[in-house]
């Protein structure tokens, strides 16, 4: 068994979050570097339709700029 669904099974019946409509929400997420745990998060909550502000102590034009590759395709 995969540690993921192992670490999420005592909680949820699911293997991964649930889809949520975030549209006209907004999210700051902090810690965005590019393989982060921070970008992941931040590119799940745009893929549901919030407006992420990311945040990052390296190149945040760059780490945008691969979110909005990700998100638009």
Do not use: H
Request: aromatic letters at 6%; glycine letters at 8%; proline letters at 3%.
């Amino acid at each position: 068994m995969p540690i993921r669904e192992l670490l999420r099974k005592p909680f949820v019946k699911t293997l991964y979050a649930e889809r949520v409509d975030l549209s006209g929400k907004q999210a700051i997420v902090t810690g965005c570097s590019i393989g982060s745990l921070g970008y992941a998060t931040a590119l799940q909550l745009a893929r549901w339709g919030a407006l992420v502000i990311v945040t990052t102590r390296r190149d945040t034009a760059a780490v945008v700029n691969a979110l909005n590759a990700e998100i638009v395709g």
